[in-house]
Structure formats: structure tokens, C-alpha cells
């Protein structure tokens, strides 16, 4: 492909467009090489609740933006999979705390190297570490501007 007309994409094209084209890129080759397990967006709820283990539920939804009931859905099939595990909360038992559990804690390592080697193959170097940066910032104010609404 030559770049100029691929997935819709131009030139004049905003840059959320080239966003979400690498978003979606990234996840096509992440499934592609993690086929034996059935998970689709789950993988990221598994990569959040390990780095933040006694996560909540509702932390998750803030962290994520998705809705409560995609994230209970998501978070249901994990647990029945045996990739997370749900804890009471002491101190407000009417909260869950969200774990790993050795499953979840050895795949988070094999898709950590799955997206080190994508970013190796669409080459994303050490000199975008700059702009890798600034893209987070971008990311952080967005969620901070529609936070409330």
C-alpha cells in the first residue's frame, strides 16, 4: 500500500484519525498473536488491574471510560476465565477489589513483548520518546475535559 488513501486515511485527515488507526492496528496484531485466549478489549482490564492490583470496579470505569456495564461484563468473563479475581473490600464491603491471579500475572508479560515488538515493527524508536510523551499529556487533558461530563 502507498499510504495515500489507506483505512480511509488522507493527509488532511485529523490526527485522532491516525490515532485510532494505530489503535486499531496495534490490537488486530496484540489478538493476532494472543489467539489461544478468547479476549478481545478484556486484555486491557487485565494490563490496568495488574499494574493498580485492589483496583475497583469503579476505578476501572474512570480509568477506562467505558460504561458500568461493558466494564461488569468484561470483568465477569475475566473471573470465570480465570484471569482476575474479586476480593471485599475491608473497608467498604460493599466493594469489590480487583486482582490477577497467576494467569492473568503470566500473560501480562507476553502481551507487554507483543506490543514492544509491534512498536519495533511499525518503527517507533527511542528519538519518539518525546512525542510518546506529549501524546499522554494530549490523552490526560482529553480525559480531564470531559471527566464531568
Known amino acids: 500500500m502507498d499510504g495515500e488513501n489507506f483505512q480511509g486515511l488522507w493527509d ?30 478484556e486484555v486491557r482490564y487485565i494490563m490496568m488491574i ?11 470505569v474512570t480509568m477506562s471510560g467505558q460504561s458500568k456495564g461493558n466494564i461488569a ?31 492473568g500475572d503470566e500473560l501480562v508479560p507476553k502481551v507487554r513483548q507483543i506490543s514492544r515488538d509491534w512498536e519495533k515493527e511499525v518503527g517507533i524508536t527511542e528519538e519518539d520518546k518525546l512525542l510518546i510523551e506529549r501524546i499522554k499529556e494530549i490523552a490526560i487533558n482529553g480525559m480531564n475535559l470531559v471527566e464531568d461530563l
Open 50 to 60: 495488574y499494574d493498580n492490583p485492589n483496583i475497583s470496579q469503579d476505578d476501572l
Open 12 to 41: 488532511n485527515s485529523p490526527l485522532i484519525a491516525w490515532i485510532h488507526n494505530l489503535s486499531k492496528n496495534q490490537f488486530k496484531y496484540l489478538k493476532s498473536k494472543i489467539s489461544e485466549f478468547d479476549l478481545g478489549h
Open 73 to 103: 461484563k468484561s470483568l465477569k468473563k475475566l473471573e470465570d476465565e480465570g484471569f482476575i479475581k474479586r476480593e471485599i473490600n475491608p473497608e467498604n464491603r460493599r466493594k469489590y477489589m480487583l486482582k490477577t491471579t497467576s494467569k
